[in-house]
């Protein structure tokens, strides 16, 4: 959580230095936020991104509004915390949902793994053991073929692997 948060406050200040604001800042991650989370429906609805853009800036604004002291998302110790919960839930996306992936969705999958990987919270040790236990279990039924696993479950070995590099490089 740390080296996420060291990064979004060197971002902050070199924005500040040219606007003399954090609300330009903080506009940007929410824009960030609200695609990756209209990225999500998208998967999940299959519709367009225009279609499901008014949902995701409601449901995003009704997390931001459900906080127990909305000046913490303000706050820049906690303003990385639900970019992180949005890039793991995006990963978890990408990994069963089983799309084709274009070269930016690679770029996206492996910086989210470095994140969530760099993370001392709890859920990053929760995320890498569900999804070792479920490489486990895939490789098993691949009659422990690690090619054979590779080759169906590409998101999910990049993740697992870049994820737990940064976790004990942290």
Do not use: H
């Amino acid at each position: 959580g740390r080296y996420l948060c060291y990064l979004l406050n060197c971002l902050q200040y070199r924005i500040f230095g040219f606007f003399e604001s954090t609300i330009p800042f903080t506009l940007i991650l929410y824009f960030v936020e609200i695609l990756l989370v209209s990225e999500i429906y998208k998967t999940f609805f299959n519709c367009s991104k225009w279609k499901i853009l008014p949902l995701s800036i409601l449901t995003f604004g009704l997390f931001i509004a459900s906080l127990p002291d909305i000046s913490s998302y303000y706050w820049m110790c906690t303003k990385q915390y639900p970019l992180k919960i949005i890039m793991a839930i995006w990963l978890l996306v990408k990994i069963y949902s089983y799309s084709n992936n274009k070269w930016y969705d690679w770029v996206g999958i492996v910086i989210c793994s470095c994140f969530v990987g760099c993370s001392t919270e709890v859920f990053a040790p929760m995320i890498l053991v569900l999804l070792g236990v479920r490489i486990l279990k895939l490789w098993k039924e691949n009659a422990y073929s690690i090619p054979t696993l590779i080759s169906k479950e590409k998101v999910l070995c990049v993740v697992f692997i870049v994820a737990t590099i940064n976790f004990f490089a942290m």
